[in-house]
């Protein structure tokens, strides 16, 4: 059972700075835990769970003996982020830094001060959809371990490398890489020639991107609006998404064309 230590210290690594200490984050609910358990790609210093939860997925668990902690539904909903606790959760060790990820094959995405936890999750998840493998950003970006970011990735930080770099130090160690910055007076994304290798920056919710990366821009690109809209802006994961689906609907068919 969990001593008053312990859930102290669970409920401790709601916080950055005491994730940064224990160089530890949580990971809540059936389907992100079981694929963690079932990836192995990180490693598992606890697995606490209701003795049902247990019991129906002991064929998964016994490789974990030696982790796993039993707890009370109240236990769970003392130490849980979500409304309705769980009946699992995984205490585990953050992964090895990725700031050697390089941006030059391919696709990449940098974030420039993406601060809302959920938008963040949410990105690396159309990232992970898109096959996009290496996501930058800005060093005053959300933290990839905040409970609520790992939420909403659904388990694409097992495969999506994260990176947070200072944009000019990105640009160069990659100086001739193609980047696109979304801009509302970019040219329309759906009419521009697009090509399999660059670098799309992402702005902020509210401030967009910022001057000092906008003049490394390449290629400015926006999403046109409807003529019928009345929207002053489109939510940053939104963009991504509508973005990156572009990007790949554009070579589909230039492939398909050949």
Known sequence: MLSKNKIKYLRSLKLKKFRQKYNNFVVEGEKIVLEMLKSQAVEIENIICSENWAHEFEHILHPFQAQILLAKPQELAQISSLKTAPEVLII???LSSADTIQAKDGLSLYLDRIQDPGNFGTILRIADWFGIKNV????????LYNPKVIQATMGAFLRVKVCKI??????????????????????NVFKTRLSENGLIVIG????????????????PIAIPAHPDGGAE???AAVATG?????????????QANV
């Open 136 to 143: 930058f950003c800005s060093t005053d970006s959300a933290d």
């Open 242 to 254: 509508i973005v990156c689906a572009t990007f790949r609907n554009f070579h589909t068919q230039k």
């Open 204 to 219: 902020s919710e509210g401030k967009g991107i910022a001057p000092e990366i906008r003049k490394h821009i390449t290629q």
């Open 233 to 235: 802006s489109l939510n």
């Open 92 to 94: 585990a060790q953050q």
């Open 166 to 187: 200072a944009f000019d130090s990105l640009k160069a160690g990659h100086p001739q890489l193609p980047v696109y910055g979304t801009v509302l007076e970019g040219e």
